[in-house]
C-alpha cells in the first residue's frame, strides 16, 4: 500500500539559523552559513530540518518574540537566502518544518505599538487587555523565578496587558477573528517559500482562552481543525507539530479523534520518564509511558526527543521523582532551571560517558514515533553553564580547530563558542570527529541511516515483551508481517535476559543484529539468552535478513 505519510519514518534536526555558522562575518550565524552547511546535514540522514525562529525580533527570548511575521531578521540574511536555503534543501531530499509563534508577539510588533497607542485602532483588539490587574495576575506563569506575573501595566494604554510568558510578549487575541485569518496567512506564506510544515509553539496557550475574567482557561479544539484545513489544502503533504506539554489524557484533544488537528506532537511525558528511567536504571516509569501514550489515530505520529532548546522540563514528574532526575543529572542548583528543569546539554548531563550516550540516543531513535535531534548532539557537544537561563545550551555548532570553532571569522563573536576543557571546541569539533571511524560522529549518522531502514518503528504496533530485569527494556514492533526487537541495559551492571521475543508469524526466530556480528539463536525453539554489557543495547530483526522479500503490502 501507498505509504505518503513521510513524517512517519522521518528523522528531524532542530538547530537555530543563530547558532549555526556565520558567514558574513557578524559572529552570528546565517542562511548562507546555513546553506553552505547542508551536505554536512544531509551527511548525517537526516531528512527534516527544524527551524527555530528567524524572523526580525529584538531577540529577548532567542527569536520566539517576533516583531514580522513576513520577514527574515536581517543578521539571518534576506528572504532571499532564505528561498535559497529551503531550495537547498529541496536538491538534497530534506524538508523544512519552521517554528509557528503565534501565541504571542514581540512588545516591539507594529501592531502591538499600534494597540497601545490608539484605542481606535484596529489591532487594538489583537491584544488582550484589562483596566485593572486582574486578581489572578502571579498565576500561571510559564518562567517561575524569573517572571514575576502574567500581567503587566502599560503606562500608554493605561491598561494592563495578558502575557503568558515574559512581559515583552504580549498575547495575541486569538479568539479575534481577525487575528486567526492571520495567522492562515502567515502559514500560507511560509509555505508558498518552500517549508513543508510548522513546529507550532505554546499550543495549549495558543487555543485557551484569554482575558481578565477567565477563571480557568477553556481550550478551543476546533482552532486546530481550522489550521489543519488551511494547511492541508494549501500543501497536501506538510504537517503542524504541536509542542503541547500535556497530561496523556489530553492527547486525544490535540490530535483530534480521527487525526484531523495536529499530524504531531512531542512526547513529553515519555521524555520525562526516559530521563527518570535513565536516572534509576529501572524500566518501569519509561514503560508506563509507552503504555499511557498509545492511544493515537493512526496518521498522528509522537516527535521523540532527549534534550532541545528548552530545558528538560521534569514538571509532570512527582516531587521525589524530579528530585531523583535532578541528583543524577542535574545535581548543583546552577543546572536547574524554574523549579522544574534541568538546563544542561545532554553530555555534561551524562558525565560525557559515550557508553550511556549511546544508549540514550539508541533510545531516543528506536522509541515510537520520529526522532528529534538537537544540533550539536551528534557531536556530543557540552553547556556553558555560566551563560543566563537556556542560552547556556545554545551556543554555536563546533565546527574545526581554527578560532571560534570554525563558526565565525569575527574577531570578538556576541555568541562565544565552548572553548577549553573536555568540551571546548579545540577536543570536540566536526572536522575531528569526522575523520575518526570510531567518533560519535560516524556512530551517529551509522544509527541514524540503520534507523531509517526501519520503518516498523515509525509506523508499527509496538509492544513491551516481559524479561527477567527490570533495567533492561525489550520493545518489539510488529508492521507488515515483520518484527524487529529492540534491547537497551539502563543500569551500569551486566545483564543477562531471558527472552522470548513473542512475534507472531512463520519466520524462524533467529535474531539478527543489526549493529554488530552477534546475532542470537534460541536456546530452546523460542527463548534466547543474551548478555547485555552496562548500558548495551542491541537492535534485532526477527527472523533472516530477506525481511525485504517477507514485507507485506498492507
Ligand atoms: C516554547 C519555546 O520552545 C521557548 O523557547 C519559548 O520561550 C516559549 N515557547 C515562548 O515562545
Given at each position: ?511 539478527i543484529n543489526l549493529l554488530a556480528e552477534d546475532h ?17 543495547y542491541r537492535w534485532f ?14
Open positions: 500500500m501507498i505509504n505518503d505519510l513521510w513524517y512517519k519514518n522521518a528523522v528531524v534536526y532542530c538547530l537555530s539559523v543563530e547558532s549555526y555558522m556565520d558567514a558574513n562575518g557578524d559572529g552570528v550565524g546565517d542562511f548562507e552559513g546555513l546553506t553552505r552547511r547542508l551536505d554536512y546535514i544531509q551527511g548525517l540522514g537526516v531528512t527534516c530540518i527544524w527551524l527555530m525562529p528567524f524572523q526580525p525580533s529584538p531577540q529577548r527570548d532567542n527569536g520566539y518574540d517576533i516583531t514580522d511575521y513576513y520577514g527574515v531578521d536581517p543578521r539571518y540574511g534576506t528572504l532571499g537566502d532564505f528561498v535559497e536555503f529551503t531550495h537547498g534543501c529541496h536538491q538534497r531530499g530534506m524538508r523544512v518544518i519552521m517554528d509557528l509563534v503565534v501565541n504571542h508577539s514581540s512588545d516591539q510588533h507594529p501592531w502591538f505599538q499600534e494597540a497601545r497607542r490608539d484605542p481606535g485602532s484596529r489591532y487594538r483588539d489583537w491584544y488582550v487587555w484589562s483596566d485593572k490587574r486582574p486578581a489572578n495576575a502571579e498565576d500561571g506563569v510559564v518562567f517561575p523565578g524569573v517572571q514575576k506575573t502574567t500581567w503587566t501595566r502599560d503606562t500608554e494604554a493605561g491598561l494592563y496587558y495578558f502575557h503568558r510568558f515574559y512581559e515583552f510578549q504580549p498575547d495575541l487575541n486569538t479568539e479575534n477573528p481577525h487575528v486567526q485569518a492571520e495567522i492562515l496567512k502567515i502559514m500560507g506564506y511560509w509555505l508558498q517559500l518552500g517549508v513543508s510544515g510548522f513546529r507550532m509553539d505554546a499550543v495549549p496557550f495558543v487555543i485557551a482562552t484569554k482575558g481578565a475574567d477567565v477563571k480557568k482557561a477553556a481550550p478551543r479544539y476546533d482552532m486546530l481543525r481550522d489550521l489543519r484545513e488551511f494547511l492541508q489544502w494549501r500543501r497536501g503533504d506538510a504537517i503542524l507539530l504541536a509542542e503541547a506539554n500535556v497530561p496523556p489524557k489530553l492527547n486525544e484533544e490535540f490530535f483530534g479523534a480521527d487525526g484531523h488537528r495536529m499530524h504531531m506532537m512531542f512526547n513529553f511525558p515519555l521524555n520525562q520518564n526516559l530521563f527518570l528511567a535513565l536516572a534509576s536504571a529501572d524500566t518501569r516509569p519509561l514503560a508506563k509511558a509507552l503504555e499511557g501514550t498509545r492511544d493515537k489515530p493512526a496518521t498522528a505520529q509522537w516527535g521523540v526527543f532527549l534534550r532541545n532548546h528548552d530545558e528538560l522540563d521534569l514538571g509532570r514528574l512527582t516531587e521525589k521523582q524530579r528530585q531523583a532526575v535532578f541528583e543524577a543529572f542535574g545535581p548543583d542548583k546552577s543546572m536547574q532551571l524554574y523549579d522544574r528543569g534541568i538546563r544542561r546539554r545532554l553530555a555534561p548531563m551524562l558525565k560525557g560517558d559515550r557508553r550511556r550516550y549511546e544508549l540514550a540516543t539508541s533510545l531516543m531513535l528506536t522509541l515510537p514515533g520520529t526522532p528529534v535531534i538537537r544540533y550539536g548532539d551528534e557531536i556530543g557537544m557540552g553547556d556553558d553553564l555560566t551563560l543566563p537561563e537556556r542560552e547556556c545550551a545554545r551556543t554555536p555548532m563546533q565546527w574545526s580547530t581554527e578560532p571560534h570553532g570554525g563558526f565565525t571569522k569575527h574577531d570578538s563573536p556576541p555568541n562565544p563558542v565552548i572553548s577549553g576543557g573536555p568540551y571546548g571546541f579545540e577536543h570536540l569539533n566536526v572536522a575531528a570527529q569526522r575523520r575518526d571511524p570510531a567518533s560519535l560522529l560516524n556512530w551517529t549518522e551509522r544509527v541514524i541511516r540503520m534507523r531509517k531502514e526501519i520503518p516498523e518503528i515509525g509506523s508499527g504496533d509496538y509492544e513491551v515483551v516481559q524479561t527477567d530485569a527490570k533495567d533492561v527494556l525489550a520493545l518489539r514492533y510488529d508492521w507488515r508481517g515483520n518484527s524487529v526487537l529492540f534491547l537497551h541495559n539502563l543500569g551500569d551492571e551486566p545483564r543477562e535476559i531471558d527472552i522470548d521475543p513473542g512475534a507472531a508469524g512463520s519466520h524462524d526466530s533467529l535474531l542470537s539463536r534460541p536456546v530452546d525453539g523460542r527463548h534466547h539468552r543474551i548478555l547485555m554489557e552496562p548500558y548495551g530483526r526477527v527472523g533472516g535478513l530477506d525481511y525485504l522479500l517477507r514485507r507485506s503490502e498492507i
